[in-house]
Nanobody, 124 residues
């Protein structure tokens, strides 16, 4: 059974930092792209970042480029999202997801597996 478990969310002041983790289990993910998405109240789920597990190639939404960094630890089967210079508009539930090729890494409808989400709240 595939499981993606996010952790690391919380309340932080604007300008602060958080690191989200996504622990993956239940299958081999080396052929997958791992994505981070977020959803704010009343808004659609939006792409944040993605990383190919095998190559380490990364992708970012323009809104987080230069502030967020995605990485993975193969030994721990864990993907991370380091978030710096946080803004109130970054407030959302953040989800980790996994998708097998062929894929469109920024399209949430293409992802096969999802975590339960972790809340990130940035106060002004």
């Amino acid at each position: 059974q595939v499981q993606l478990v996010e952790s690391g969310g919380g309340l932080v002041q604007a300008g602060g930092s958080l690191r989200l983790s996504c622990a993956a289990s239940g299958r081999t993910f080396t052929d997958c792209v791992m994505g981070w998405f977020r959803q704010a109240p009343g808004k659609e789920r939006e792409f944040v970042s993605a990383i190919w597990w095998s190559s380490g190639s990364t992708y970012y939404a323009d809104s987080v480029k230069g502030r967020f960094t995605v990485s993975r630890d193969n030994a721990k089967n864990t993907v991370y999202l380091e978030m710096n210079s946080l803004k109130p508009e970054d407030t959302a539930v953040y989800y980790c997801a996994a998708d097998r090729p062929p894929t469109r890494y920024s399209d949430p409808t293409k992802y096969d597996y999802w975590g339960q989400g972790t809340q990130v709240t940035v106060s002004s």
